[in-house]
């Protein structure tokens, strides 16, 4: 009975264990007897991803002849840092980890987690890579990650209905026309339904690096980081159309969805915005949550301070694959990644489809295979999104609180905007650049541009 | 005549051995708890001391960098300009400060009122109250959201439905003060009122039966009696809300995000985001925890020192 009874507990503890760990698994069906393990950590994400992801793991599992047997390991976003740094600091480090842009530098490649893929991966592959994307994973000369795909920070999305009610024929082109269009659809709407969608709190702080440059012609530092760039006319623009659009009463006073920018599209869809500034992968939740409502939404590019296109307007952010500097069996994890990654544009390119083509492509090869093979429904969008990341910037890596400096800003401007208009964007221009001369101090010179 | 003398007695011998004996078997009891703390608390304690004055990966010493890094002194005295980690310093003293307040008054009325209601009701309403106990701040606050959320909570709905505007409790005017601060009452609402219940229950009723023979009223009964009696209880319910309202993380976090403008960001949610950003310096979240416990430990202090309280007159 006693027996029983510990069988029992030690089940319910491994299970327990197994649940709070996060921890799932690909790789199902028949082992390969004699192969050697590769364990890679994934990050949840929506369940077309994690589905996707899935197959493709059984996929490569089902080759029995590779020597290799793939083992995938999914975390909660929250839980995946803490998953990552506790296998390392165990000695039990995954051979291969998920990195997003942004993070690469600051937490992977100056802690010497991630092993150069030069010589690892074959050289072709390496030159696949974007021009636009492969400086995001290149220091001093060496590719520490793979690319899997960019994510337009933000994109307009307009219900079309609501436009032809109010009379307006096309999407704004500048910000001067946005805000003409905001004041034409403002009338025709009715209670708890607002004109236009905007990042607004945390999502401010990262939702706008491509609006910045646009206007600025730079983002908040030089690259160095020993120059606040902000007292220019640029960000005065920018302030100047953030008080606009609150002065003009277009945008919501606070979130209409339940998590903030990252579901905004859903205010579209239901209705509470007749358009609003959302990011790529908006055009997943709309295919996969609202396909009636595909041929009732547009999408372009966010208006530019000039009105011409071709500029940049929204950052690139997204996710890479590293191989573990720690891994033993470095040279198979770079065969990992190159299956699912480089050497077959098609096997690739079937994330894009799952996506929507939401996401953007980062190989010149799956690039070019989308735009031969894409479905014709969606081939608009899809345009929409390659040409927004093929001209976003990366999002810059230095401090968070430079970023929250130049939103707080625009959140000051916005909920004060019935202030005189000059001379709070004057004393907000000046309190932004005093805090972040503050922060400089702090964080010092940048030492991914000291790298290379 | 002589003094008696316990130690005089033939059985001294004796008595002094078990008296040596329970000392022993304290001892031994008291060491489990002893290791514990020491374990649990004393040494991480002091490891987070040592560590806010190094490095995180080198492991070298930079003395005062990290707490120089959140708290920003330089900057203060050079443009004026306060660091976020002061700004919440200050939050958090406004919100101790009006929650404090609100809940002591609120909960000593309301433990009045529960004295003077009949068993049935007054039990009916205890355990209503207290409810909220056992929630989480979390859990608080995602009730409170699906009431104040501006897309679809329920006073918009209602509001709307009226044909009025939606209001934004996240940014509005004092709306994000009191988005952090009625949840946060909410929570504590029931313990308190408890505990000053228990407290006026304890008050003997000779004293209020020798004030009426004087003919004292209801208001110089409360003032006299009631109010000075209770004086330990409003001790212990003001240094618990104290330290528990300068720590104060998840309802701000969920309610508000800590804004707008950073008018809502405490201490520790502060110190939470540091946490969670790469490019700060990691050990400064250490030496922004040590300052947060230091300042809770001086408020504290000051709270004892300017409300003293009385030893029971049984010990």
Known sequence: MKKLLAIGLAAVTSLSLLSFAGCGGGGGGKVEAGATKVVVYLQDFEAWSNEHMNKMIDEFNSNLEDGIQLEARFFQDEAYPDALASARESGNAPDIFMCSYGNLYGTVVSHDYAEPLNGLMKDEYLDDITDTVKPMVTFGGNVYAYPQLTEASALLFYRKDIFLEAGVTEPPKSWADLLSVCAKIKPVLGKGQYTLGLPIYSALGWATYGLQYNAAGSVALNDEWTECLVDCDGYRALAGLWYDLYAGGYVPAGNVTARGYNDIIEGLCMNKLAMTFAGSWSIAEIMNSYPDLKDKIGVVPLPTLSGNSGETTASNGGWTYCVSSASKHKDLAAKVLEWFFAEDAARTARFFEAACYSKSAVTKSVQQYIAENAREDLRDWLNVVTEVCSLAIPEPTYSWEISTAVSGMLEYVALNSNANKTTLIEQQIKACVSKIERMMEQQGRNPAYSAG | ?315
């Open chain 2, 1 to 315: 005549m002589a003094e008696f003398n316990p130690m005089d007695r033939p059985d001294r011998r004796r008595r002094n051995r078990f008296r040596y004996r329970n000392a022993k078997y304290a001892y031994c009891m008291l060491l489990p708890a002893f290791l514990l703390l020491t374990v649990f608390v004393i040494v991480p304690l002091l490891m987070a001391v040592v560590r806010s004055f190094q490095e995180y990966r080198t492991g070298k010493f930079v003395w005062f960098y990290n707490y120089e890094y959140v708290l920003g002194l330089k900057a203060l005295f050079k443009s004026g300009a306060a660091s976020d980690f002061l700004i919440s310093f200050g939050n958090a003293l406004l919100f101790t400060a009006v929650i404090t307040v609100s809940m002591v008054v609120l909960t000593f009325l309301f433990a009045l009122v529960l004295k003077n209601m009949n068993n049935r009701l007054g039990s009916v309403a205890k355990t209503l109250i207290y409810v909220p106990f056992f929630i989480s701040g979390i859990i608080a606050s995602i009730i409170f959201s699906l009431l104040t959320n501006f897309g679809g909570g329920l006073i918009n709905s209602i509001l709307i439905s009226l044909g009025a505007d939606p209001v934004a409790f996240e940014t509005q005017g004092i709306l994000p003060y009191i988005a952090v601060i009625v949840p946060t009452i909410w929570l504590g609402f029931g313990y308190n009122t408890l505990v000053m219940y228990a407290g006026i229950l304890n008050i003997p009723k000779e004293y209020y039966e020798a004030a009426s023979i004087d003919g004292a009223n209801g208001w110089r009964k409360m003032i006299h009696i009631t109010i000075p009696n209770m004086k330990n209880y409003f001790v212990l319910i003001v240094i618990n809300l104290v330290t528990a309202n300068m720590q104060m993380m998840e309802v701000p976090y969920m309610m508000t995000g800590g804004g707008p403008l950073k008018k809502t960001l405490t201490p520790v949610l502060y110190l939470f985001n540091c946490f969670r950003d790469a490019n700060r310096p990691e050990n400064s979240t250490i030496a922004g925890a040590i300052v947060v416990m230091l300042f809770i430990a001086a408020v504290n202090a000051f709270v004892f020192k300017a409300v003293r309280s009385e030893k029971s007159q049984d010990l």
